[in-house]
């Protein structure tokens, strides 16, 4: 439907006033398109929560468990990019719904696996679906809010929603858990699956769709280097880093990687438009989103560990220990909007991963027996500064591309960030499985987190200058 209210006759629709309306009636499109988003982020936190159940429940080692995380993660970034050419090609709105329908029905599987490669089967499953309805949520908030200034402001909202399921994940985990059992925490997507499908297509409108052709080959090029990155990462620890499936994979992810490359540069369709990269600003905020994911994710899997296995909480313990740290995301996402809107992306992206580093470097000195307060504060804090970054991240990408490249940005940047987060994980569990001292683990673990946000910062003083970049046109 649309998001605008017919001037009165003779009325002019200054830019202004069409904001203005967007603004004061167009919150449902934005509610509709953050379900999806919603049901992802929970599934992300709250599996997080589960893993000691599931471990117990299954049976499943700890390189199990990483795949139970990092499946999903796996699946989702390596097609994100096929989701992104599927919506130009069939329609952003028609994908949606497809993500929709794949990821409801995988959520029924991950609830009834009877073991743990089932799960990671169900898992990766899921992933496919998020790869196609996210960056097709994406691309509808940008046609369905068209003022600039409108549009920084509901993505600040659609952030803050995001974050706020971020922030409920683990308590609502850890209720579910403990009063129905782990196999809760994917079923609980059904319902919320089935209202979002059910409002999308009552409330969100087709949008043209822009013929693509679907680089076959550079798709399978992608997802087997993820495949055996991610197999490299998280088995290493299991084979020996110098044996021979570690190395043969190593190769694998080489050779795919550099094949990519190639026809990327060389090929008459390549996987983003390469206009996009005419300004350094989008492929540095992609660089940031998976620096920024590799954070934020890997020490989501790593926390929920050290409270169940070091500090001896429960499924709902940890949900609620979790709370306070998570729920400042919520207050980042939102304030970063306004923020962004005012001042533009670099200012909450400079001082939300100052924040983010410092506070995750304080994280080193924690221990078992350090009070839950002192972990609570700086827990929260570092979180509070990379959840005021994301979402002008987010703005500083689709500023870039524009309407015309909105889908290709839109999946490029979540590709990245899911990659980001599906080498977090994996490195944290390599920590786990390669020490036993949980002083040691605690040191390294938040020592690469710090070290990843630093480095993420490094390049918004270097490339992310304007206060808006210039648009890329839809025909490059």
Known sequence: MSTQCPAPAGAIATPSRKAEVQARTGMLPLVTLAIGFVMAMLDVTVVNVGLSSIEKSLATPLSMLVWIVDGYTLSFAAMLLVGGALADRYGAKNIYLLGLVLFVVASLLCG???????????????????????????SLLTHVYEDDRVRARMLGVWSATVGGAAAVGPLVGGILIHSFGWRSVFLINVPVGLIGLYMAVKMIPSVERHVRALTITSHFLGVLMLAALSFVLIEGPVYGWTSLPIVSAVVVAVLAFGTLVQRERSGSAPLLPRALFATPQFAAANGIGFLINFGVYGQFFFLALFLQQARGADALQT?????????????????????????????????????????SAVQ??????????????????????????????????????????????????NANRQIGALVGVALMGAILHSFSSWITRIVLAYGVVALVYALALVLVLRYVNARSAAVVPAGE
């Open 319 to 359: 949900g609620l220990q979790m709370l306070p740290m998570m729920a400042v995301i919520f207050i980042g996402n939102l304030n970063s909007g306004r923020m962004t809107a005012r001042f533009g992306p670099r200012l909450p992206l400079r001082l939300g991963l100052t924040v983010g580093a410092v506070f």
């Open 364 to 413: 080193i000195w924690l221990t078992p027996e350090t009070p839950y307060w002192m972990l609570a504060v700086a827990g929260a804090l570092a979180n509070l500064g990379i959840s005021t970054a994301i979402p002008a991240m987010t703005t500083a990408v689709m500023q870039v591309a524009g309407k015309g490249h909105a889908n290709s940005a839109a999946a490029a940047l």
């Open 112 to 138: 009834a696996a009877p073991n743990g490669g089932m799960l990671v089967a169900a898992r990766l499953l899921q992933g496919l679906g998020a790869a196609f309805f996210m960056p097709s949520s994406l």
